[in-house]
T-cell receptor, first 112, second 111 residues
Framework: DAMVIQNPRYQVTQFGKPVTLSCSQTLNHNVMYWYQQKSSQAPKLLFHYYDKDFNNEADTPDNFQSRRPNTSFCFLDIRSPGLGDAAMYLC???????????FGPGTRLLVL | GESVGLHLPTLSVQEGDNSIINCAYSNSASDYFIWYKQESGKGPQFIIDIRSNMDKRQGQRVTVLLNKTVKHLSLQIAATQPGDSAVYFCASYSSASKIIFGSGTRLSIRP
């Protein structure tokens, strides 16, 4: 049974057109993370939530925002996607901070 | 800054042989280490973890070894199978408790 679910799996958007990626979890974990992963590179942490507390990485562009309306759901909003934002976006959860992270299958974003 | 690095970006192994993927880390205060497997087009999948109070931990066909003296971590896969083909990432937590991923090793299996 899927524990971390990401929708859609593939997303095509136009340059500058806002896009929202979604993540849901059935694990009831406290922490949810969003990563960006470009081809052949390690995942790069964008931000994370501990419950409703939001933590932004210092080098995450302002173009990227996130919302966590409840324990189960977390959204990644890209306000004005550029060509450089084309990547795989991974959602992960962990029960507590500094515990094993469980990843979703990812959403591959293509920007035209 | 703190870093986690894989020794080889690619590794080719004969099917049935054992695979060893190595990783080095820079922060001597790191106390939790994880290995992830990522197949093409999928998210990373947890394989095994180890905390700094242990030197070795075994799972099903996988063993992780931790050498804190030289800040080295390895993943051993016994009797490598075609389904083991993937990119393997080691990860550790920094002094600021942020996870740091290594750059990944792509494991390919020769028939």
């Amino acid at each position: 049974d899927a524990m971390v679910i990401q929708n859609p799996r593939y997303q095509v958007t136009q340059f500058g057109k806002p896009v929202t990626l979604s993540c849901s979890q059935t694990l009831n974990h406290n922490v949810m993370y969003w990563y960006q992963q470009k081809s052949s590179q390690a995942p790069k942490l964008l931000f994370h939530y501990y419950d409703k507390d939001f933590n932004n990485e210092a080098d995450t562009p302002d173009n990227f925002q996130s919302r966590r309306p409840n324990t189960s759901f977390c959204f990644l909003d890209i306000r004005s996607p550029g060509l450089g934002d084309a990547a795989m976006y991974l959602c992960a959860t962990s029960r507590e901070w500094k515990e094993t992270q469980y990843f979703g299958p990812g959403t591959r974003l293509l920007v035209l | 800054g703190e870093s986690v690095g894989l020794h080889l970006p690619t590794l080719s192994v004969q099917e049935g042989d054992n695979s060893i993927i190595n990783c080095a880390y820079s922060n001597s205060a790191s106390d939790y280490f994880i290995w992830y497997k990522q197949e093409s087009g999928k998210g990373p999948q947890f394989i095994i973890d180890i905390r700094s109070n242990m030197d070795k931990r075994q799972g099903q066909r996988v063993t992780v070894l931790l050498n804190k003296t030289v800040k080295h971590l390895s993943l051993q896969i016994a009797a490598t199978q075609p389904g083991d083909s993937a990119v393997y990432f080691c990860a550790s937590y920094s002094s600021a408790s942020k996870i740091i991923f290594g750059s990944g090793t792509r494991l390919s299996i020769r028939p």
